[in-house]
């Protein structure tokens, strides 16, 4: 299995017009949205093989780590955690 880490974080850069109504999240929105990512980019990636688990950033409530471990080729995983991201309002990078 490969091994792939995320650094997975929260950014507001106001309403656009792809989106009119954005409200920025509060302290508790985005730890919900940072666990929801967590849950939930397994499936996006659709493989049974597929798990992620996190770790947290000292000092940081508005980032973690995010590792997930699959079978799946690279460019479905990003393709994948870039729909994932996109859902929840959230961004990252990969490490």
């Not at 017009?17 to 939930?40: G, R």
């Not at 973690?64 to 479905?76: D, F, G, Q, S």
Request: glycine share 2%; with cysteine.
């Amino acid at each position: 299995m490969k091994e792939y880490k995320f650094e997975v974080y929260y950014k507001y850069d106001g309403r656009s017009v792809s989106d009119l109504f954005a409200e920025e999240k509060n302290p508790e929105q985005i730890q919900e949205s940072l666990l929801n990512f967590e849950n939930e980019v397994s499936h996006y990636i659709e493989s049974f093989e597929t798990t992620a688990f996190s770790s947290q950033i000292e000092g940081d409530n508005e980032r973690k780590i995010i590792t997930i471990k699959t079978n799946t080729e690279e460019k479905k995983v990003k393709e994948s955690v870039k729909r994932c991201l996109q859902n929840l309002d959230l961004r990252a990078k990969m490490l």
